[in-house]
Nanobody
Framework: VQLQASGGGLVQAGGSLRLSCAAS????????MGWFRQAPGKEREFVAG????????YYADSVKGRFTISRDNAENTMYLRMNSLKPEDTAVYFC?????????????????????WGQGTLVTVSS
């Protein structure tokens, strides 16, 4: 499966962006998916995750109440709506899916549970 992340850009603090992650090659409908981010000089960190059905979601404390993860299984696409953006949200955002056939939790939060990664999309929030 190939994951293509898009929607990043430059936005002022307080603004909004919506990221998309389109899957191709195989369907991701039966697997949870997640968003991670990596700021310059920092490790890649979990941002948000969603169960295979979309019925359950989980967020890092730093984005809770500001970001919303969703998915459209008919379109094989996942989204991340980011509101009230802060300069500290500046990072490359990656979408990810567990490797097919692997046993993972309902919403994996560890990088090691994900086997497929998108190429990343840069989000820059100016103050």
């Amino acid at each position: 499966v190939q994951l293509q992340a898009s929607g990043g850009g430059l936005v002022q603090a307080g603004g909004s962006l919506r990221l998309s992650c389109a899957a191709s090659g195989r369907t991701t409908n039966y697997y949870p998916m997640g968003w991670f981010r990596q700021a310059p000089g920092k490790e890649r960190e979990f941002v948000a995750g969603i169960s295979w059905s979309g019925g359950s979601t989980y967020y890092a404390d730093s984005v809770k109440g500001r970001f919303t993860i969703s998915r459209d299984n008919a379109e094989n696409t996942m989204y991340l709506r980011m509101n009230s953006l802060k300069p500290e949200d500046t990072a490359v955002y990656f979408c990810a899916c567990p490797r097919f056939g692997s046993r993972v939790s309902n919403i994996p939060m560890s990088r090691s549970e994900y086997g497929y990664w998108g190429q990343g999309t840069l989000v820059t929030v100016s103050s």
